[in-house]
């Protein structure tokens, strides 16, 4: 079946650097990766929609410069926190669909394992 | 993309049947049901899809009424182990493949 990597799963970092987060999929070609962050016992909070060789969509209240997205490649999409304070310590997640063109049923995302942001 | 309501929580013990409820009043024609359960510190994982009527798979069932405003899923004598978050979700392809995620049901499992 599909399989999307994230890495790092856990990161702690000084407030002020930028950190940086992978996203693959292994096994298909994904034009479209889909970012998300969640907070304790939370639901996943959609940021931006990231495509393959185009700026990034973001979503509104979700700072571009903050979060810079890049999906250079149809199996890679990284996202950046730059400068990151205490306040963007959260579960980062990412997600694509290897589906194309027309489907049987309706998009159904592979997520990622989430990768976890403490800032200090 | 039409918005979902679920109960916020749920208990049960082992081996019950356990029916989730999610109600999407302002379905579209094109839209459909699809569930996902979340372990914590982890991604969500697919588990089932359905446009009407009943689907079912090796790990739960899906039942939509004929008027699709509403969809239960169905997880057939649970375990410890399925002890999650159950999000519904509802679109299609048309919203540029943007899932948005309601707040899901968490799911006690007891001993």
């Known amino acids: 079946g599909a399989v999307v990597s994230q890495h790092p799963s856990r990161v702690i970092c000084k407030s002020g650097t930028s950190v940086k987060i992978e996203c693959r999929s292994l096994?298909?070609?994904?034009?479209?990766m889909f970012w998300y962050r969640q907070f304790p016992k939370k639901s996943l909070m959609l940021m931006a929609t990231?495509?393959?060789?185009?700026?990034?969509?973001?979503e509104q209240g979700v700072e571009k410069d903050k979060f810079l997205i890049n999906h250079a490649s149809l199996t890679l999409s990284t996202l950046t926190v730059t400068s990151a304070h205490p306040e963007d310590s959260s579960f980062y997640i990412c997600?694509?669909?290897?589906?194309?063109?027309?489907?049987?049923?309706?998009?159904?995302?592979?997520f990622g394992a989430g990768s976890r942001l403490t800032v200090l | 993309l039409a918005k979902t309501t679920q109960p916020i929580s749920m208990d049960s013990y082992e081996g019950q049947e356990v029916n989730i409820t999610c109600s999407h009043n302002?379905?579209?024609?094109?839209?459909?049901i699809t569930w996902y359960q979340q372990f914590p510190s982890q991604g969500p994982r697919f588990i089932i899809q359905?446009?009407?009527t009943k689907v079912t798979n090796e790990v739960a069932s899906l039942f939509i009424p004929a008027d699709r405003k509403s969809s239960t899923l169905s997880l057939p004598r649970v375990s410890l182990s399925d002890t999650a978050v159950y999000y519904c979700?509802?679109?299609?392809?048309?919203?540029?493949?943007?899932?948005?995620f309601g707040a899901g049901t968490r799911l006690f499992v007891k001993a």
């Open positions: 997600s694509a669909s290897p589906h194309r063109g027309p489907p049987s049923g309706a998009n159904v995302l592979t």
């Open positions: 096994d298909f070609q994904a034009t479209t």
């Open positions: 990231s495509n393959e060789g185009s700026k990034a969509t973001y």
């Open positions: 302002n379905i579209a024609t094109n839209d459909y």
């Open positions: 359905g446009y009407k």
């Open positions: 979700l509802v679109g299609d392809r048309g919203g540029g493949f943007k899932t948005i």
